[in-house]
């Protein structure tokens, strides 16, 4: 079998069972899986999958892999067994008629830890962390980003060129805040109990405590 | 099978070396059996800090390229009987050694010792990875300063990604009057960055410097504040439950309470 690849893709009667090697860093899978699912060019959509070998893997990164198999249209599912090694490879089954299929929404990562400092978190569509921003952390996201602790590192909403971007953390401290090209280099220390938004009004950032007696 | 703990912190002078002498003196007193590793390789100085540069022959260097066993390598301490420092190579560089050959030494060690204390380099490159490929427990040393808080946060992080999970953290060099004017870093502030467990506050003690220069550890020194704060995290690292001491009171009642023995 291709033991050399970072991912395999076998068909099973569940789904499609994609096997990672835990022994690839995470861009080669990422960029295999991309490779993969382009050159089936829409072969697997509507299939079911189940990613394995994921424990060596942190989370989000995990969350952005299932993000691009649903791109192209596979559905997640956490029972697609992994095949036996032996296995006979089948060709995945014409993708079936799935009923009750959920609209697609806007991407959306969460990512369910702290950052720590030189660690760094990018992602096309929304991001949302569940803890705290350290200082020397990033966080690059082409939409929203939504911090649910206090943030203290650097964060671009909106790197896809999209002015409307916003930010929502419960705490900032010294943090440099990024909308599309605008740049506000330093917030105050100790904001805490916020939410605060930040956003761009008048071509500059500006942030504000998200007052819920206003709407 | 003994336990390899790494310690390291990032930035350098906070204290690793003082500390990994100090907890591998502490552990050899409660009769464990106990080996240190200075992984720095070619910025050497656990040997000098134990005051046993004289009797190097072997070097860590040797062991792992398999010019000499490694029990060959390893000094006796001048007080304790069971612990041993196997040194660092000073003529050499951190890429004489790699994370595979660590780990080899590390698991043929674990049957010999209880505590196997290796003493990390500071920085994140190979000397890092050195250091910590055999271990599986990390003490993570901070000073209250921004800037080794900062690096110490980033070293938690490695540490996980390297499946070193849940690190202890060791506060060193407290200055409690300068965190009562506001001055210093409380430890609160941070337990709040880092969000790790605390294993101890060691304070800013002159002695530590003295005992340093004279190749002596300060942790059996029963009159130090830092040598009891050092004693109180290895009864820890034992797994004792030792309440955190209160660094704040000092002068008369510290006497009194000395003299009617409830320290």
Redesign the interface.
């Known amino acids: 079998m291709l033991a050399k690849e970072a991912i395999n893709i076998k068909g099973t009667r569940q789904g499609l069972a994609i096997l990672l090697d835990p022994n690839k860093n995470f861009e080669e899978m990422k960029s295999e899986l991309i490779f993969k699912m382009e050159k089936a060019s829409g072969f697997f959509s509507g299939a079911k999958f189940t990613l394995h070998g994921v424990k060596n893997l942190f989370p989000e990164e995990k969350s952005q892999l299932e993000a691009i198999c649903q791109e192209y249209g596979l559905i997640p599912s956490t029972d697609v067994p992994s095949p036996r090694e032996r296995h006979i490879i089948k060709a995945p089954e014409s993708p079936k008629k799935t009923t009750n299929v959920p609209a697609a929404g806007e991407l959306a990562l969460l990512v369910k830890r702290t950052l720590r400092s030189g660690q760094r978190v990018a992602y096309e569509g929304h991001i949302t962390i569940l803890g705290d921003v350290n200082p020397g952390a990033e966080v690059v996201a082409g939409g929203n980003i939504i911090i649910m602790g206090t943030c203290s590192g650097f964060i671009h909403a909106g790197a896809n060129n999209n002015r409307k971007s916003y930010i929502i953390t419960i705490g900032l401290h010294n943090a440099q805040i990024r909308i599309n090209e605008k740049v506000l280099f330093k917030t105050p220390e100790h904001l805490h109990n916020g939410p605060y938004v930040a956003c761009i009004e008048e071509n500059n950032i500006i942030y504000y405590k998200l007052d819920r007696s206003d709407r | 099978m003994g336990e390899v703990i790494v310690v390291t912190s990032g930035k350098g002078g906070v204290g690793k070396t003082t500390t990994t002498a100090n907890l591998g003196a502490g552990l050899a007193s409660l009769n464990n059996r106990v080996c240190l590793i200075d992984a720095d390789i070619g910025l050497r100085n656990l040997d000098v800090v134990m005051g046993l540069e004289n009797r190097i022959v072997y070097d860590l260097v040797d062991v792992t390229s398999g010019n000499c066993p490694y029990k060959k390598a390893l000094i006796k301490d001048k007080r304790f009987e069971n612990l041993y420092l196997l040194p660092a190579a000073q003529t050499k560089d951190k890429t004489a050694v790699n994370p595979d050959q660590m780990r080899v030494l590390c698991d043929e060690m674990r049957d010999e010792y209880d505590y196997i204390i290796v003493d990390c380099p500071a920085g994140i490159e190979q000397g890092f990875r050195n250091a910590i490929a055999g271990a599986n427990q990390a003490i993570v040393v901070t000073t209250p300063e921004v800037s080794a808080v900062?690096?110490a946060?980033?070293i938690?992080?490695?540490l996980e990604k390297e499946d070193l999970r849940e690190p202890k953290l060791i506060i060193n060099r407290m200055r409690y009057h300068m965190v009562k004017h506001g001055d210093m870093m409380s430890i609160d502030d941070i337990i709040e960055?880092l969000?790790v467990d605390l294993l101890g506050v060691v304070p800013e003690d002159e002695l530590v410097v003295i005992s340093t220069n004279r190749g002596e550890m300060v942790v059996i020194n029963n009159n130090s504040k830092s040598g009891q704060a050092y004693r109180n995290i290895v009864r820890r690292i034992k797994g004792e439950n030792v309440p955190m001491m209160d660094l704040e009171d000092s002068g008369f009642m510290k006497k009194l309470r000395r003299m009617i023995g409830l320290k």
Do not use: S
């Open positions: 900062r690096d946060d980033r938690i992080g490695l960055i969000a």
